[in-house]
């Protein structure tokens, strides 16, 4: 029985003597790490452009990047591991970055080790990673070759704009908190100590919308090979509006987002046993719940689909260099006809 089927089972079933928002907690859990194994396995798969292949895997990727949100909003704010130098024992082993890029640098140099970012829906934040010890996997062929990476982008507006959002409830309840202990002024706010678990959790977020993102990459390649014709000329006027229309479905869009709000509201709750599923007690959706919902559309709706587009149309712009004029013709004449 699938995840899903068994989730189906859970919110269904009006026999059901017993269940918890654990359970439903720990199921998607198991899905969300599932999720963050490599999404697709390119030795398998017959056709990974297929567009249909291309939105299961994003679909999935919300789960992974809703529930990594949900578990980074019981931690505060914690700017300081955002702050480069603000850890006088990371300069003590030579690193000036900040906490979060040191956790960053750190994984995904074991993981570089075991070969993760040859894989053609993998994009590392740290530049300089060791060499693979293992020989490589001989993917086929999928992307055009290319160097986008949008990483810094993403470091930088989860950092600055996504954390202090999500994490504004948690952080209110400790300065609630520090004021009755007698702690007032700036040491009331922000800080609850938690520097592993808050960078090891951003790490999983960041990872996630990186992922997310640069799959824009398969998007663009599986609709230029489907009609070459319809981008050849705006790739070589390098017209990024025409090249952005072709790539965007609005209808696509809105159904995302209608789909994430319930998703992100969903998981947010706590589930009664005798009742229908309230948030927290008292049926509000925004503010009361483990995430706030609104936040988490908001991220997809101003920052991730963007940043997004923005890659796919990067990599169209991209995908004739080093192509002759005659190889370039021949694309041009190829058979539209579907």
């Known amino acids: ?67 990594s949100l949900i578990e980074r909003a019981q931690f505060t704010h914690n700017p300081r591991i955002y702050q480069r130098g603000a850890f006088q024992e990371l300069k003590d082993l030579g690193f000036e970055g900040s906490w979060l890029e040191w956790f960053l640098k750190e994984i995904e140099t074991f993981h570089a080790k075991a070969r993760r970012y040859t894989s053609p829906d993998e ?18 062929k999928i992307l055009y070759p290319n160097e986008v990476n949008v990483n810094p982008s993403i470091l930088s507006f989860y950092t600055r704009a996504i954390v202090p959002r999500i994490t504004r409830r948690a952080t209110l309840a400790l300065a609630t908190l520090k004021r009755a202990n007698g702690i007032i002024g700036d040491d009331e706010f922000e800080d609850d100590g938690n520097y592993g678990s808050a960078a090891t959790i951003d790490v999983e977020v960041v990872q996630s919308i990186s992922k997310r993102v640069h799959y824009g990459k398969f998007v663009s390649e599986s609709k230029f090979i489907d009609n070459p014709a319809a981008f050849i000329t705006h790739i070589q006027n390098r017209n990024r509006p025409a090249l952005e229309a072709l790539i965007t479905k609005p209808e696509v869009e809105r159904k995302l987002l209608l789909r994430l709000q319930k998703k992100a509201a969903t998981y947010a709750q706590d589930i009664g046993l005798d009742t229908e599923p309230t948030i927290n007690g008292d049926g509000h959706i925004n503010g009361m719940g483990k995430i706030d919902v609104d936040g988490v559309v908001d991220l997809y709706e101003s920052f991730i689909i963007p940043l997004t587009k923005e890659v796919e149309v990067e990599y169209l712009l991209h995908r004739l260099h080093g192509l002759s004029e005659d190889a370039i013709e021949k694309l041009a004449r190829k058979n539209t006809v579907t």
């Open 1 to 67: 029985m699938t995840i899903q089927t068994q989730l189906t089972h859970i919110f269904n079933d009006r026999q059901a003597t017993q269940f918890s928002a654990t359970s439903i907690f720990n199921l998607l859990s198991t899905r969300r790490v599932q999720d963050k194994m490599q999404s697709q396995n390119f030795m398998l798969v017959e056709d990974p452009l297929s567009l249909d292949r291309i939105r299961s895997v994003l679909t999935r990727l919300e789960d992974t990047i809703i529930f």
């Open 123 to 140: 994009y590392p934040f740290t530049a300089d990673l060791p060499k693979p010890v293992l020989p490589p996997l001989s993917f086929p």
